[in-house]
């Protein structure tokens, strides 16, 4: 059970705090901040996750930023996490396996297909557990995170303000942003994008990893 302090103890009006800042991005995330409880912004450094690591740091540039690195991304990840981390000065936190890539794969062999039995448990590995350790170590009572309503149907249910079976004040800004709107955000501000992206554990666009089912 998580030893998080409640967020129902900040007394928020989800509604209210909803229908006033969920279609204002800016707003909502000055809104989280302004309540000057420890927070932080998760990444995986797929397509726009500049979007939301500008608007966070442009309101506090000292949230730590945590990203769960499976060890199985791309050349150009890499490269672009590097890039973003360095043109907004983030405080990146990053949390890894407790194995190797190449531990794995030379004791269990290839990542397992999506209807392998043993999927689960490599989404365990490389991500559910990683961020588990983080929520742990940093202890958050606020959550950034950048998942859009057009990601899966679990996300189209989500509102932009919602309390998280952690206790936590879970924060998704850009949940009704368009791809149009943060390509034309990037453009704007002038910040790197990667279309070059790979998630193990999800095989699909469209399908949960179990993370924010479970957080």
């Not at 672009?80 to 936190?93: H, I, P, R, S």
């Not at 794969?105 to 590995?125: I, K, Q, S, W, Y």
């Not at 989500?158 to 990037?186: F, Q, R, T």
Request: with cysteine.
């Amino acid at each position: 059970m998580s030893q998080l302090a409640p967020a129902s103890t900040l007394d928020l009006d989800l509604a209210r705090i909803n229908a006033e800042l969920g279609r204002d991005a800016q707003a909502l995330v000055d809104w989280a901040v302004g309540l000057g409880q420890s927070t932080i912004v998760t990444t995986n450094f797929r397509p726009f996750e500049a979007v939301i690591l500008h608007m966070v740091t442009r309101a506090n540039p000292d949230v730590p930023v945590v990203w769960m690195d499976n060890g199985y991304n791309t050349e150009a990840t890499y490269q672009f996490a590097d890039a973003v981390t360095k043109q907004l000065g983030l405080k990146l936190k990053i949390y890894l396996p407790l194995r190797s890539r190449a531990h794995r794969e030379a004791v269990e062999g290839a990542t397992p297909a999506l209807d392998d039995p043993r999927h689960a448990a490599f989404t365990e590995e490389v991500k559910l557990e990683p961020f588990a350790r983080a929520l742990r170590e940093t202890a958050p009572k606020v959550w950034f995170t950048a998942l859009r309503a057009t990601d899966t149907a679990v996300r189209a249910q989500m509102d932009p303000v919602s309390i998280n079976p952690d206790g936590l004040v879970k924060v998704a800004p850009l949940l009704h942003w368009s791809s149009k709107e943060l390509y034309e955000y990037c453009e704007k501000h002038g910040l790197p994008n990667n279309f070059d992206y790979v998630d193990p554990t999800k095989g699909e666009d469209n399908r949960e990893c179990g993370l924010h089912i479970a957080h």
